[in-house]
């Protein structure tokens, strides 16, 4: 009794320790990026109407923005949570809105193009893996109102992600003019717009480090549970996998029979169709002829029998002459043997891929004269 409940105790920690592995998965939410590239698009809103901090949330009468995309940005973020921004806006300034404290009676183009150092504050308040608030500070060039100025910029925002790459960027900007003559004035820059994360280096967060500690400490058990009937498993895969190369062995025999009578095979249909092409004899042609008569014709006709018999089957078509006549007479009589005996075949039904022809003049003699 007291095995039996042994026993039990142990499938029952082995199944629970499978459950609680299970459990444990990591998964993205348990790694963080250490550091990445970052491409972003959206919208910007120009609040210059020259108070800066009044009002900030009027957006009827001080906020400018455009119906389409109209911010773009690349930036490389490093390990050590900061990140180098290049950014680029288009906005318009409407008319009717408040532009350096007066109602702007004329539409006119916005152009910015920023830099920025920023910091991710979870370096600070720690890592989560979908929200990543950071703060920066930079340089910039903007033509606003027709006006240009060079701008110290500080900047405030937060990005939230919806997949490992995919992520909404919100933020607001201050940026105060290098030189304020001319009537230009200081004022706010907010952005919305999604980012794509991309050739990213990731690692696991203090959470997910938690878990793969826990994780492993859950397969050793179920190492040392797994252990104790290691023996015999051992033996029974042994035995397993001797039965099983006994059947491969026994199946590449038979394969290897097998081959050898499909060989055998082949080897006596080459030579029983050998035996029977020899069988239709030679065609013959009178002297300085290239005609064929009704015998070398019956012989044509076997030959064409035999091919469109044996699909697979091809043949070699050669054509001679004797020692009478010129070299050059008498290959061309055998060409012209070779290719009246070929478009009679040809004619017979049989594809001219299945016959290989040549003609050899008086270089082959088979009378051996000279």
Same mark, same amino acid.
């Given at each position: 009794?007291?095995?039996?409940?042994?026993?039990?105790?142990?499938?029952?920690?082995?199944?629970?320790?499978?459950?609680?592995?299970? &459990?444990?998965?990591?998964?993205?939410?348990?790694?963080?990026?250490?550091?990445?590239?970052?491409?972003?698009?959206?919208?910007?809103?120009?609040?210059?109407?020259?108070? @800066?901090?009044?009002?900030?949330?009027?957006?009827?009468?001080?906020?400018?923005?455009?119906?389409?995309?109209?911010?773009?940005?690349?930036?490389?973020?490093?390990?050590?949570?900061?990140?180098?921004?290049?950014?680029?806006?288009?906005?318009?300034?409407?008319?009717?809105?408040?532009?350096?404290?007066?109602?702007?009676?004329?539409?006119?183009?916005?152009?910015?193009?920023?830099?920025?150092?920023?910091?991710?504050? /979870?370096?600070?308040?720690? %890592?989560?893996?979908?929200? &990543?608030?950071?703060?920066?500070?930079?340089?910039?060039?903007? &033509?606003? /109102?027709?006006?240009?100025?060079?701008?110290?910029?500080?900047?405030?925002?937060?990005?939230?992600?919806?997949?490992?790459?995919?992520?909404? &960027?919100?933020?607001?900007?201050?940026?105060?003019?290098?030189?304020?003559?001319?009537?230009?004035?200081?004022?706010?820059?907010?952005?919305?717009?999604?980012?794509?994360?991309?050739?990213? %280096?990731?690692?696991?967060?203090?959470?997910?480090?938690?878990?793969?500690?826990?994780?492993?400490?859950?397969?050793?058990?179920?190492?040392?549970?797994?252990?104790?009937?290691?023996?015999?498993? =051992?033996?029974?895969?042994?035995?397993?996998?001797?039965?099983?190369?006994?059947? =491969?062995?026994?199946?590449?025999?038979?394969?290897?029979?097998?081959?050898?009578?499909?060989?055998?095979?082949?080897?006596?249909?080459?030579?029983?169709?050998?035996?029977?092409?020899?069988?239709?004899?030679?065609?013959?042609?009178?002297?300085?002829?290239?005609?064929?008569?009704?015998?070398?014709? =019956?012989?044509?006709?076997?030959?064409?029998?035999?091919?469109?018999?044996?699909?697979?089957?091809?043949?070699?078509?050669?054509?001679?002459?004797?020692?009478?006549?010129?070299?050059?007479?008498?290959?061309?009589?055998?060409?012209?043997?070779?290719?009246?005996?070929?478009?009679?075949?040809?004619?017979?039904?049989?594809?001219?891929?299945?016959?290989?022809?040549?003609?050899?003049?008086?270089? @082959?003699?088979?009378?051996?004269? %000279?």
């Amino acid at each position: 009794m007291k095995k039996i409940n042994i026993g039990v105790l142990i499938i029952l920690l082995h199944t629970m320790g499978s459950v609680w592995a299970q &459990d444990l998965q990591l998964t993205a939410k348990d790694s963080v990026v250490k550091s990445s590239w970052m491409f972003g698009l959206g919208y910007n809103f120009v609040d210059d109407s020259g108070d @800066v901090f009044d009002e900030l949330l009027d957006v009827d009468k001080q906020w400018n923005a455009v119906a389409f995309p109209s911010r773009i940005s690349i930036g490389k973020y490093f390990e050590s949570g900061i990140g180098v921004e290049a950014i680029g806006s288009y906005n318009k300034y409407k008319v009717g809105k408040t532009v350096d404290g007066f109602v702007n009676l004329e539409e006119t183009d916005y152009y910015a193009i920023d830099t920025r150092v920023s910091y991710d504050l /979870n370096k600070i308040i720690g %890592e989560t893996a979908w929200f &990543d608030p950071y703060v920066g500070v930079g340089l910039g060039y903007t &033509d606003a /109102n027709n006006k240009g100025r060079g701008t110290y910029n500080g900047v405030i925002g937060f990005r939230t992600w919806i997949t490992e790459r995919i992520g909404l &960027d919100f933020s607001s900007s201050g940026k105060w003019a290098m030189n304020k003559g001319d009537g230009v004035t200081n004022h706010l820059q907010h952005a919305v717009g999604v980012v794509y994360q991309f050739k990213a %280096e990731k690692e696991l967060s203090k959470k997910g480090l938690e878990k793969q500690a826990q994780i492993e400490e859950i397969l050793k058990e179920q190492q040392r549970v797994a252990d104790s009937t290691a023996i015999a498993k =051992k033996h029974k895969e042994e035995a397993r996998l001797l039965a099983e190369q006994l059947k =491969k062995e026994k199946e590449a025999l038979r394969l290897l029979e097998a081959e050898k009578e499909k060989a055998a095979a082949q080897k006596q249909r080459r030579e029983d169709l050998q035996v029977k092409i020899n069988s239709f004899g030679r065609i013959n042609f009178a002297l300085n002829s290239s005609y064929l008569d009704k015998t070398s014709k =019956k012989t044509l006709d076997s030959i064409a029998e035999l091919l469109k018999e044996n699909p697979t089957v091809t043949v070699k078509l050669g054509a001679f002459t004797d020692s009478r006549g010129t070299d050059k007479y008498n290959l061309w009589l055998s060409q012209r043997r070779m290719q009246r005996s070929l478009n009679y075949i040809i004619s017979k039904g049989v594809v001219v891929e299945k016959i290989t022809a040549n003609a050899y003049g008086e270089e @082959v003699l088979l009378n051996n004269c %000279e």
